[in-house]
Nanobody, 129 residues
Framework: EVQLVESGGGLVQAGGSLTLSCAASGIADADYVIAWFRQAPGKEREGVSCISSSDGSTYYADSVKGRFTISSDNAKNTVYLQMGSLKPEDTAVYYC??????????????????????WGQGTQVTVST
């Protein structure tokens, strides 16, 4: 069974940095796409970034390009989201999500939450002015 556990959230001042971690179990020897989503109060869940295990491809929302970097450590089955130049509008609960396949992952649009059957519990990121 696939399980995802996020960590690394917290309170940071605008302009600061944080690194989130998503520790995954049950994905060894599988093809996967792991994405970070965020949801602010009263807003829809938004795709932030994702990474594909098959070729290492990465994707970013326009709102975070140049500020956030997604990476993976396959030995640790962990995906990271390095967040820099943080803004108050980055404040949200951040979730990691995964789609896993024993063959190859097929995904239509990485930004759509319904593509992902596995979700972590979320970690709060608060950026103060």
């Amino acid at each position: 069974e696939v399980q995802l556990v996020e960590s690394g959230g917290g309170l940071v001042q605008a302009g600061g940095s944080l690194t989130l971690s998503c520790a995954a179990s049950g994905i060894a020897d599988a093809d996967y796409v792991i994405a970070w989503f965020r949801q602010a109060p009263g807003k829809e869940r938004e795709g932030v970034s994702c990474i594909s295990s098959s070729d290492g491809s990465t994707y970013y929302a326009d709102s975070v390009k140049g500020r956030f970097t997604i990476s993976s450590d396959n030995a640790k089955n962990t995906v990271y989201l390095q967040m820099g130049s943080l803004k108050p509008e980055d404040t949200a609960v951040y979730y990691c999500a995964a789609i896993v396949s024993e063959t190859i992952v097929v995904i239509t649009d990485w930004r759509r939450p319904y593509e992902y059957p596995y979700w972590g519990q979320g970690t709060q990121v608060t950026v103060s002015t």
